[in-house]
């Protein structure tokens, strides 16, 4: 591998509101997430807004996955960030919106730290 890591930045529409309002599911679901790549996960903090919305943060030893819910539009931001060659963030961003319910989702891939010659990065 050239790079680091990949982020996966998701824009995810036409989710079940109840679910984008509910931070005890959204805990789960990310925690979920971040199993289904193969991530080790470390530990988690999220918040439940007033009147409504859900942020957080699920930190693993291959770095994160972040998620934002607006449920009056029934759409979730959602970063995956991975490191290492034993973890897929597709797999959770996928797993993400599935769990959502979501109609809709655009994704783009960023590759994080990229060198012109391969890189070799410790597996967790």
């Known amino acids: 591998m050239n790079a680091l890591g990949r982020h996966i930045l998701a824009e995810v529409y036409g989710c079940d509101s109840r679910i984008l309002d509910d931070v005890e599911m959204i805990e789960d679901i990310m925690v979920q997430a971040a199993i289904a790549t193969g991530a080790e996960v470390r530990e988690v ?10 942020s ?34 597709w797999d959770g961003v996928n797993y993400i919106a599935r769990m959502l319910k979501a109609e809709n989702m655009t994704a783009t891939e960023v590759k ?8 070799k990065v410790a597996n967790f």
């Open 45 to 54: 903090a999220f918040h439940k807004f007033n009147p409504q919305g859900v």
């Open 112 to 119: 994080r730290g990229v060198f012109e010659k391969p890189v």
């Open 56 to 89: 957080g943060v699920v930190v693993i030893s291959e770095s994160h996955l972040t998620i934002h819910t607006w449920p009056e539009l029934g759409y979730a931001a959602v970063d995956v960030f991975t490191c290492g060659d034993h973890v897929n963030p």
